[in-house]
């Protein structure tokens, strides 16, 4: 290179006059190249040398640029640049104070973004970058140079975690720019709705009834799971997930799970797809009369307990119901889950089967032998048997045969003549008592006893110690049109007839009351039909004073029964609060 003028003129001396031409016309583009850089513009350069702390750059100008080295750093601090390498590199000025031109590479790498960003904002093409951080109102993106993201831009819904996207490197679209202000407005939705048209028509074009498609879970609902199969969502429908029980279907599937659906039903006009899981596979109903027939014992697990039973799954797709009736030969089932719980494997029988209805109906206890059916043959009608009396009730006692058998002792049968009103007047719970057998229902599983044969005879005891012509004193329990009923003896009942009565006149429930006491004599004693007749006729009433000695009595007695009564009623309560489960249903 000639760098002074001397030179020159040594140069001249040495040469021809075509040199001289060559080396003038050389001057001459040398001097026009410098002309041509500019302050503010970018130009190409070449790496001369990389030190510690700068880098030196030939732009093809009298004096080389120093860089300082950490513009070719990347975020780890390594340097990206070797000698030879070529860069372009913005010029900030031709020459400083000590001759050198200033060069910036990182300014001339923005001013190349800003460039590549206002063009892809006029052309509307599609930008890459990545989530840097979440700010008010949205998200701050690396495009080269800081953009910034509107929440409500960054995806086709409203996000509601819009953390969930930092860090991901996604594209966008330049919906607005200011460069003066460093200004950039992205749009995620933008991008997102293009390929959802473009994945929505790829999709209507597969879409048809019958159809195998590949789809992610987009939503979950208690109804059934959201199933987007690219552009077009569809519904599966909790009763298409199984051919078995489903309770929820987050059970089977989860939100980003990529499942592969049969499309049941597809509505052009609406878009609406209806899609199914369980077609895939084969409906188990169709061979269920085959695996599992009338009357084979299979085994099964306990799936859901309701009031009236409990389904039992026999296998996929496949429950049977085992009815409360059908789980205890002997005991009255209120609540099944007293005997069974969700979980439990159990053996049963197939008792009847409906293919159209898809019903299977089961039972526990023929995998039992019937207590019932042996209970002839050891306690035929007439036998007498020992027993605890388990429960009372209003109607009666159930008193224990066998371990697995209770009968009812009716409270008619407690007493040959006196009124029970309950039977805690003749027996307590836990009280051992005889019984005779006097009916057997195997189909009904009833049993009735009678114990009044092993308790004092009233009306034996009133033959014993009364005679026709003996004079009585009782209470009236009874007033009708034709006469008294008066109480006797310890409940029996006598009847004085109206023709057997003096009064004056008007009907008999003008002159008594149930209550009253009175004096009758003895007309007759009918033992086979073991009735009483009374008359009242000539016979003195009781007097004031012996008829308070007869309420003070009745009093005591009546006060001793209702005391009875409280107590079975209080033990009965203070029990474990569940029915009997040996009384009948």
Do not use: C
């Amino acid at each position: 290179m000639v760098s002074t003028e001397k030179e020159r003129l040594d140069l001249e001396e040495g040469t021809t006059r075509e040199d001289q031409q060559a080396y003038d016309q050389f001057v001459a583009l040398y001097d026009e190249s410098l002309r041509n850089l500019t302050e503010g513009e970018i130009v190409r350069g070449k790496v001369m040398h990389v030190g510690e702390t700068s880098v030196i750059v030939d732009v093809g100008y009298k004096s080389e640029g120093l860089i300082p080295l950490e513009e070719f750093e990347d975020v780890e601090g390594r340097v990206t640049i070797q000698e030879g390498d070529e860069v372009e590199v913005l010029l900030e000025k031709t020459e400083d104070v000590e001759g050198h031109i200033l060069l910036s590479y990182s300014k001339a790498e923005r001013m190349r973004i800003w460039t590549d960003v206002e063009q892809s904002f006029k052309e509307g093409r599609v930008l890459k970058g990545r989530v840097i951080d979440r700010i008010k109102g949205g998200l701050t993106v690396d495009v080269g140079v800081r953009a910034f993201l509107p929440g409500s831009l960054a995806d086709i819904k409203p996000l509601k975690n819009l953390e969930a996207l930092k860090g991901k490197e996604l594209e966008f679209k330049v919906i607005s720019l200011d460069r003066r202000r460093n200004n950039i407005v992205l749009s995620r939705k933008a991008v997102l709705e293009k390929e959802y048209e473009q994945k929505k028509a790829e999709t209507l074009e597969k879409l048809q009834d019958g159809v195998v498609m590949k789809g992610v879970v987009k939503n979950i609902t208690d109804y059934g799971a959201f199933i987007d199969l690219g552009g077009i969502d569809g519904l599966l429908h909790i009763t298409d997930i199984s051919w078995g029980r489903v309770n929820h279907p987050s059970e089977h599937f989860a939100i980003g799970d990529e499942v592969e659906v049969v499309v049941l039903k597809f509505d052009r006009e609406t878009e609406r797809v209806s899609l199914g899981y369980k077609q895939k596979g084969e409906d188990p109903w169709v061979l269920v009369d085959k695996k599992f027939p009338v009357g084979s014992r299979v085994q099964g697990k306990v799936v859901s307990l309701v009031d009236y039973g409990a389904f039992v799954e026999l296998e996929e797709g496949v429950e049977g119901l085992v009815h409360v009736s059908e789980m205890s030969w002997t005991k009255k089932v209120v609540n099944p889950s007293k005997l069974l719980t969700v979980g439990q494997e159990i053996e049963a029988i197939v008792t009847e089967l409906d293919l159209q209805q898809r019903r299977i109906s089961l039972s526990l206890r023929q995998t039992e032998r019937n207590p019932w059916e042996d209970l002839t043959h050891h306690f035929p009608v007439g036998s007498i048997i020992e027993g605890k009396v388990r429960n009372l009730t209003e109607f009666g006692a159930f008193v224990e045969i066998t371990e697995e058998i209770d009968g009812l002792v009716h409270v008619s049968d407690m007493s040959w003549t006196k009124r029970i009103k309950h039977p805690s007047e003749v027996l307590k719970k836990g009280d051992t008592v005889r019984a005779r057998i006097t009916n057997i229902d195997v189909e009904n599983q009833r049993v009735s006893l009678s114990i009044k044969e092993f308790l004092p005879n009233e009306w034996q005891d009133f033959v014993e110690n009364n005679r026709v012509g003996d004079v009585i004193t009782g209470r009236v329990v009874n007033v009708t049109d034709f006469g008294l009923f008066i109480d006797v003896y310890d409940g029996l009942e006598g009847l004085a007839h109206i023709s057997e009565i003096d009064f004056g006149g008007g009907k008999l429930s003008d002159h008594f009351r149930s209550g009253d006491w009175v004096r009758a004599r003895i007309l007759r004693i009918e033992d086979d039909d073991r009735k009483v007749g009374l008359t009242l006729r000539g016979v003195t009433p009781p007097s004031e004073a012996e008829i308070a000695e007869l309420e003070a009595a009745a009093r005591q007695s009546a006060a001793a029964a209702e005391a009875a009564v409280a107590a079975a009623e209080a033990a009965e309560a203070s029990g474990d609060g569940e029915p009997d489960e040996h009384a009948p249903a």
